[in-house]
T-cell receptor, first 119, second 113 residues
Framework: GAVVSQHPSWVICKSGTSVKIECRSLDFQATTMFWYRQFPKQSLMLMATSNEGSKATYEQGVEKDKFLINHASLTLSTLTVTSAHPEDSSFYIC???????????????FGPGTRLTVL | GESVGLHLPTLSVQEGDNSIINCAYSNSASDYFIWYKQESGKGPQFIIDIRSNMDKRQGQRVTVLLNKTVKHLSLQIAATQPGDSAVYFCAESFTGGGNKLTFGTGTQLKVEL
């Protein structure tokens, strides 16, 4: 199947700093990518939809100024956690569908996740 | 970021037994459902999917059952193996939803030797 990578796999940062997480589709182009956050022992919660060439769409309750998303190319989306605080510590996962159709469901491939710890 | 006191439901089975993991979904407009397996510290891994025009689908050692009347989904794993130990999530999507997935709460499967 298609492969989605994330970098870094884990990061530790000080409170108040910003952290950038990359999501890449390695062998296919993705006009859309999704960013999820997962706290321990909980499910994946969709944060935002990253759209190549346009602004990201954020889910209700997600601060767009805090979680900056840039879909720089058809194979790369980045999530920047700005002014990170300990409560932002979580497992961040991206996914990408293999086709850009909005009319039918297209198989999604998930990245391996990025563990963010804010001290 | 951790919510104190929350625990995933846990299903413990003996190696070789069959496992049944259940999921309730809420959106009656959902017409596509997927089961994912997530091992500790990793991203979700696709197991099997089913569309709403079906009520059963079989894969290798896994079967998914869909009951649209009560909005219920189940995953059956035959001859459960230690490597099946993981957290299992159901996810739902709907046509025209832009490929967005809504995940269920998850079930921790523990396989005992």
């Amino acid at each position: 199947g298609a492969v989605v990578s994330q970098h870094p796999s884990w990061v530790i940062c000080k409170s108040g700093t910003s952290v950038k997480i990359e999501c890449r589709s390695l062998d296919f182009q993705a006009t859309t990518m999704f960013w999820y956050r997962q706290f321990p022992k909980q499910s994946l919660m969709l944060m935002a939809t990253s759209n190549e060439g346009s602004k990201a769409t954020y889910e209700q309750g997600v601060e767009k100024d805090k979680f900056l998303i840039n879909h720089a190319s058809l194979t790369l989306s980045t999530l920047t956690v700005t002014s990170a605080h300990p409560e932002d510590s979580s497992f961040y996962i991206c996914s990408a569908p293999t086709s850009g159709s909005r009319l039918t469901y297209n198989e999604q491939f998930f990245g391996p996740g990025t563990r963010l710890t804010v001290l | 970021g951790e919510s104190v006191g929350l625990h995933l439901p846990t299903l413990s089975v003996q190696e070789g037994d069959n496992s049944i993991i259940n999921c309730a979904y809420s959106n009656s407009a959902s017409d596509y459902f997927i089961w994912y397996k997530q091992e500790s510290g990793k991203g979700p891994q696709f197991i099997i999917d089913i569309r709403s025009n079906m009520d059963k689908r079989q894969g290798q050692r896994v079967t998914v059952l869909l009951n649209k009347t009560v909005k219920h989904l189940s995953l059956q794993i035959a001859a459960t193996q230690p490597g099946d130990s993981a957290v299992y999530f159901c996810a739902e999507s709907f046509t025209g939803g832009g490929n967005k997935l809504t995940f269920g709460t998850g079930t921790q499967l523990k396989v005992e030797l």
